[in-house]
Nanobody, 127 residues
Framework: QVQLVESGGGLVQAGGSLRLSCAAS????????MGWFRQAPGKEREFVAT????????YNEDSVKGRFTISRDNAKNTMYLHMNSLKPEDTAVYYC????????????????????WGQGTQVTVSS
């Protein structure tokens, strides 16, 4: 059983930065494709970024346009999302997710591709 715990959310002013972390336990993290999603009030859960087991990454460019960077540290079983130039529209609950069926060489952008989810961390960007 894989457990994912997000941290690092909070309240930040527009233009500011945050770093989210997702700590994984209970499995072989280095073989997982990992992803970040977010859900704003009244909206569907949205793909943000993914980083696969080999380190390759893919972003929702329409939403993050070079402002966010996803990374992972396999020695720490942790994934990160570095968020810069934050905007009020980035306000959401951010979830990390794991595809534990790996290693798989593709970029999972759909929520259905992931079998484990964290509880979420709130990010609020004030204008």
């Amino acid at each position: 059983q894989v457990q994912l715990v997000e941290s690092g959310g909070g309240l930040v002013q527009a233009g500011g930065s945050l770093r989210l972390s997702c700590a994984a336990s209970g499995g072989t993290f280095s073989t997982y494709n990992m992803g970040w999603f977010r859900q704003a009030p009244g909206k569907e859960r949205e793909f943000v970024a993914t980083i696969i087991w080999s380190g390759g990454s893919f972003y929702n460019e329409d939403s993050v346009k070079g402002r966010f960077t996803i990374s992972r540290d396999n020695a720490k079983n942790t994934m990160y999302l570095h968020m810069n130039s934050l905007k009020p529209e980035d306000t959401a609950v951010y979830y990390c997710a794991a595809d534990s069926r790996g290693p798989r060489s593709y970029f999972p952008v759909a929520a259905r591709n992931y079998d484990y989810w964290g509880q979420g961390t709130q990010v609020t960007v004030s204008s």
